[in-house]
Each structure stands twice: as structure tokens, then as C-alpha cells.
């Protein structure tokens, strides 16, 4: 299987890995290597674009999924693709793409924070961080307050983007404290031994298996744009320049 070398390092630009396996599709060709620095789409995340050099002959990524086999890096088709199983490979993705995606994301999970912070009944069940789309969804425990603002939330996005930013990292927690932390979000990841999680400094953590930017002070430009309900959810649409 494939090692995500997104997972620890977002600023990752360049790479080597080898490759391990090419699968032929009809105008496509999937290569899947020992480890990549390409996202895959899931999670409410795009995933990333960007070029793999074999043999000094440059391949266009044009897409980046999970399957079975592990990352999939999806490829126009070429012959000479069909024989470099075991070749080494440069790995490049669009940095400017995966910096953005990765501030989408690090946005909708602030603004998730925010918001539990003003609703303790509160808690994150849904995001969605592509570009001129980005929103959040929240479901509530009971219903506690009807209106939520859209200038004070903003207000607090400036004051942990401008004034006081907080740091950003991942780190990984056993189940039984996931499940403690989060008890929603826990029945709806892998129920492995370690989960990762990202945490901004001050907030509780998050399951996640995104890319996020180290700092909230990256985030300038955020926005919220909109506040719906609608029965026992609450969607917060976003966005960020």
C-alpha cells in the first residue's frame, strides 16, 4: 500500500518514490507508487494535480483517487508507461492547488470551532472545502439558539488571523480517546488503533485525514458568507481569497 507523505508534511512540493504498480485503463493509465505527496480526493478535499518524471519524460497528473490498490496517480495513457514497474519516479504537485486546498480546509475547520464555542450542543458533521463552494455542516443535540451572526463570527476569524493566531499540527490519539473527544464523529471514521486528528491550538481536536496549513495566521482572507438552518443542522457557507 501506498505511504501518504501528505499526511505529515503539507509544504512537501518534490518527492522520489518508486513505483509499484501500473494498471491500464481505456484512455488512462493509474500508477501507484511505494509513496506519494499527492492528495486523492475524499474527505471534502479536491485532490491534488501536478507531474510525475520517469525516465526524464514528464507525465501530466490529471487526477488522484484511493482504491483498493492503494493512490491511484491517473495518467494519460502512454506506452512506455506500461513497462516502468519498479522505475523511480519524480513526484511534483501544483504547490499553489495544494496550499489553497489546504487553507479550505484548515478555514471550515475554525470556523466548526467557532461556532461550538458559541453552541456547546453543537458538534462538526459535514465539510465541504472546494473552491467558490465551501461550506460546513453542523448538527445540534438540542435546539438551544435560533440565530447566529455573521459579522461576530467573522470578528473572531480576524482576531485568530491578524491578533492572536494559534498554531496547527496533527497528532494522533487512540480510539478510546477519540471516541471520548468526539463521540459523533467516532462512528463515522476507521476504527483503528491510532487516529489522527488535527488540532488548532485551544480547540478540541478533529478526525482528519486532510491537508491543513501550520498556523491560523495563513488564513487571511477568510470569510464566512452565509448562516442556514435548516431542521437540526446548520450549514456555514465560506470562503477564502
Not at 73 to 83: D, G, K, R
Not at 115 to 139: Q, R, T, W
Not at 140 to 169: C, G, H, M, Y
Request: hydrophobic share 35%.
Amino acid at each position: 500500500m501506498t505511504i501518504p507523505k501528505y499526511l505529515s508534511d503539507t509544504y512537501l512540493e518534490e518527492f522520489t518514490a518508486k513505483i509499484t504498480k501500473v494498471i491500464e485503463m481505456d484512455d488512462s493509465v493509474a500508477v501507484y507508487c511505494d509513496d506519494t505527496i499527492f492528495y486523492p480526493q475524499g474527505g471534502g478535499q479536491p485532490c491534488d494535480l501536478g507531474i510525475i518524471i520517469i525516465d526524464g519524460c514528464t507525465h501530466r497528473v490529471h487526477h488522484t483517487e484511493t482504491t483498493e490498490d492503494g493512490i491511484a496517480h491517473v495518467l494519460e495513457s502512454h506506452p512506455s508507461l506500461l513497462t516502468c514497474t519498479g522505475k523511480p519516479c519524480i513526484q511534483r504537485i501544483d504547490i499553489q492547488r495544494r496550499l489553497f486546498n489546504a487553507k479550505s480546509h484548515t478555514a471550515g475547520h475554525l470556523i466548526s470551532h467557532l461556532f461550538e464555542e458559541l453552541d456547546s450542543n453543537l458538534s462538526p458533521a459535514k465539510g465541504h472545502h472546494y473552491p467558490d463552494d465551501a461550506y460546513i455542516e453542523l448538527i445540534e443535540s438540542e435546539r438551544t439558539n435560533d440565530t447566529f451572526s455573521v459579522a461576530l463570527i467573522n470578528e473572531q476569524i480576524d482576531t485568530l488571523v491578524d491578533k492572536t493566531p494559534r498554531p496547527i499540527q496533527s497528532i494522533e490519539l487512540d480510539l478510546a480517546e477519540v471516541q471520548s473527544l468526539r463521540p459523533l464523529l467516532s462512528k463515522f471514521i476507521p476504527q483503528s488503533t491510532k487516529i489522527r486528528m488535527i488540532a488548532i491550538d485551544g480547540f478540541t481536536p478533529v478526525p482528519c485525514g486532510g491537508t491543513h496549513v501550520s498556523s491560523t495566521s495563513e488564513l487571511k482572507g477568510l470569510r464566512v458568507t452565509r448562516i442556514k438552518r435548516k431542521k437540526d443542522r446548520i450549514k456555514v457557507s465560506y470562503l477564502i481569497d
